[in-house]
């Protein structure tokens, strides 16, 4: 079963910035798509962002220029870097591994508040 613990939620004011991490075993982290999803109260979820193992990225375009996602091979980490947060920001994020055309894994969750 794949293990993902996911960290760096809270509460952040507009224009503010947080980091997300997420972690899982060696073997997936090699070789799968990695990324995270976000759920805001009473909307779908929605994709955020996706890293390749080779490193290729994707962003919805309420993010693009202002997250950016990226993966530690070392550490076996995955991060997300969000700036000039919004208060549409707000949301549970969930990080992923994905095997197209299906999401092989889903975190456990982690909130991020954006209000002043």
């Known amino acids: 079963q794949v293990q993902l613990v996911e960290s760096g939620g809270g509460l952040v004011q507009p224009g503010g910035s947080l980091r997300l991490s997420c972690a899982t075993s060696?073997?997936?982290?090699?070789?799968?798509?990695m990324g995270w999803y976000r759920q805001a109260p009473g909307k779908q979820r929605e994709l955020v962002s996706i890293i390749t193992s080779g490193g290729s990225t994707n962003y919805a375009d309420s993010v693009k220029g202002r997250f950016t996602i990226s993966r530690d091979n070392a550490k076996n980490t995955v991060y997300l870097q969000m700036n000039s947060l919004k208060p549409e920001d707000t949301a549970v994020y969930y990080c992923?591994?994905?095997?197209?055309?299906?999401?092989?894994?889903w975190g456990q969750g982690t909130q991020v508040t954006v209000s002043s």
């Open positions: 060696g073997t997936i982290f090699r070789i799968y798509a």
């Open positions: 992923v591994v994905d095997r197209p055309p299906i999401i092989l894994a």
